[in-house]
């Protein structure tokens, strides 16, 4: 029993996670939190789909065509949106992303319609007993990829001098370019892997949420990982997942389940308040 | 003065004379701008004027409405003293919610005011003996000495002259001391703190004005739509509060009428296409906060320089 709940929460906490590192990523590269990137997961999900059944691709050929088409819709964010308010107030960036992630969510709903869609799983969904608990494999996919990418990131970000050249764009733009880093293409870039990453958790959580055009909701959960982890740091995003995660789970079990999405929330709202660098995050002071 | 006092006589004759030219249905619509415009004046106060984001305008909202219907079904309290009684406990809700803003800001306080909100619908949905759970409830009948409003017809002279109160109210408050320190809390909280401005008690009483209005505003939706569904008070709610803020035109209380008649004018004139609106509305603000983030009021007033003949300064 305990140890079923713990696989499962795991599997939930490893998508939490997914939506984190995405989350993580664009705010450690340009410093811009995307209040869309949980629509643009369910949009990234919903390309597959558009590609399956209105273009009549097979299921493989789909999901390569959704990853390009997402490298498009990264660059178009950030040429069209991010790059024309790079100057503009904090208040009309969060704006912007919020309606970003609004226009996709409705253009599906006007599109696609407002109801559920099934999705297939890329890998098996039955389950294989292993030592006593039940393993899916398309969940441990989840947590796979989930780590996957964390250490991807993690080498591009601390071992590569790109990922130098990354941190030093967001850290200070003019300083940047000052050491000839090319600063609108590093931003660029992290729009388009970030909406790359943001298609690979759609296609991989879809099919264990309800594909509908409010699937971006799960985009909450994601913030509240990611805020638990330090909202900096891409390990503590992975970490920050699987322990809403197991958070949710034990509250689902030993609470109500009508309150476990509450819960969460009150967890979010209480790390801002009394930890806002996060459990794992070291303090940053704003000097005056 | 003379000119005040014209404008003031105004205002009167139209208010009496269009019921008159109008249609019950017409009025109804001119009551669901006028209480959505309170709403979103709500957010000109706390984020056009103080500079607060606030996604807890849809909860705000919800608690306006189902307050007085509660208090109705299990108190019996009347229906407009239900009104009063929530807006001001929502007041005292939002000046709690405004303390957050003494550790958090920006993006995270954007977060924690959406969270607020995702509780609040939640607390809706999950209290089943008290709020209907996700079906939702029934808002009582406005019913005030014996005289019942529940027509487009008879809730405008309800709802007009309570918004037109409540802006009068706003517009007095922003040219007051208190808004002005609100402005300068906008501009820059340091040099603000350095003139000896409480920077906290502003900004909660910014969130608190918010929540007071939102409330009211959620009292008279509900009496307009005689129903409260939970799935009305989420977080695309409150986008949707922003977007008619910023179409409006956020800094100026007018932009919150304007942004409203926008709002429910524009699914009129598209009946044709109604599975579009969702995606028109996302639209209308993302182009707006792009290129316009001052919204419809200031793109009147810089016409107006340049019918004026005034030289046209660049773009702040």
Same mark, same amino acid.
């Given at each position: 029993m305990a140890g079923s709940v713990l696989v499962s929460s795991i599997t939930a906490g490893a998508v939490y996670a997914l939506i984190a590192l995405g989350f993580v990523l664009i705010h450690k590269g340009t410093g811009v939190v995307h209040f869309g990137y949980g629509d643009q997961v369910t949009f990234g999900a919903y390309l597959v789909l558009i590609g399956q059944a209105f273009i009549g691709l097979r299921f493989d050929v789909a999901v390569a065509g959704a990853l390009i088409a997402s490298v498009l819709l990264g660059a178009i964010i950030y040429l069209a949106f991010m790059w024309p308010l790079r100057n503009a107030s904090l208040l009309a960036r969060i704006i912007a992303s919020l309606a970003l992630g609004t226009v996709l969510r409705e253009f599906l709903r006007s599109y696609m319609g407002p109801n559920a869609w099934p999705f297939p799983f890329l890998l098996s969904s039955t389950s294989v007993p292993v030592g006593g608990v039940l393993i899916v494999p398309a969940n441990l996919a989840i947590v796979g990829v989930a780590i996957a990418v964390l250490v991807a990131l993690y080498l591009i970000f601390d071992r590569t001098i790109y990922g130098k050249a990354i941190l030093a764009a967001c850290e200070n733009s003019t300083g940047a370019s000052l050491v000839g880093v090319h600063v609108s293409t590093v931003f660029l870039l992290i729009w388009i892997l970030a909406s790359v990453l943001a298609t690979v958790a759609g296609i991989l959580v879809a099919p264990l949420l309800t594909l509908s055009p409010d699937m971006g909701l799960i985009g909450i959960k994601g913030f509240t990982a990611a805020v638990l982890g330090g909202f900096n740091s891409l390990p503590g995003a992975v970490a920050g997942g699987i322990a809403l995660g197991i958070l949710e789970a034990l509250a689902g079990t030993y609470v109500s389940s009508a309150l476990k999405d509450m819960i969460s929330y009150a967890i979010l709202i209480a790390v801002i308040l009394v930890r806002p660098q996060g459990l794992f995050g070291e303090l940053t002071l704003k000097e005056v | 003065m003379t000119v005040r006092l014209l404008f003031g006589a105004a205002v009167l004759v139209i208010f009496f004379a269009a019921p008159h030219f109008l249609a019950e249905f017409q009025l109804f619509q001119v009551c669901l701008i006028a209480a959505t415009a309170l709403v979103v004046l709500g957010i000109v106060v706390v =984020? !056009?004027? #103080? !500079?607060q984001i606030s996604l807890a305008q849809a909860a705000f909202v919800g608690l306006g409405g189902y307050g007085p219907a509660i208090l109705a079904a299990r108190y019996g309290v009347p229906v407009w003293a239900g009104i009063m009684i929530t807006a001001v406990v929502v007041g005292a809700v939002g000046y709690a919610l405004g303390q957050l803003t003494l550790r958090v800001s920006g993006h995270y306080l954007a977060l924690a005011t959406m969270a607020f909100t995702a509780i609040v619908q939640l607390a809706f949905i999950h209290s089943d003996a008290v =709020? !209907? @759970? #996700?079906v939702g409830m029934q808002m009582p009948t406005l019913e005030i000495s014996g005289k019942t409003f529940a027509s487009g017809g008879t809730l405008y002279y309800v709802v007009l002259p309570v918004v037109g109160v409540l802006f009068l109210a706003v517009h007095n408050l922003i040219h007051s001391p208190v808004g002005r320190a609100f402005a300068a809390i906008r501009q820059s909280e340091t040099a603000a703190a350095a003139m000896g401005i409480d920077v906290l008690a502003h900004k909660s009483a910014a969130f608190a004005a918010s929540g007071f209005l939102g409330a009211i505003g959620g009292g008279l939706l509900g009496l307009l739509s005689t129903y409260l569904d939970p799935s009305q008070f989420g977080i695309t709610q409150a986008v949707y509060y922003l977007a008619v803020a910023v179409v409006g035109g956020m800094q100026f209380p007018l932009g919150a009428i304007v942004g409203s008649a926008v709002f429910v004018l524009v699914p009129e004139f598209l009946q044709a296409f109604q599975t579009y609106l969702g995606l028109v509305f996302a639209l209308l603000l993302l182009v707006f906060i792009v290129?316009?983030?001052? @919204?419809l009021v200031s793109l009147a007033s810089d016409l107006l320089r340049v019918v004026g003949g005034k030289q046209q300064r660049g773009a702040a």
């Open positions: - | =984020t !056009g004027i #103080a !500079g =709020t !209907g @759970g #996700a290129l316009r983030p001052n @919204g």
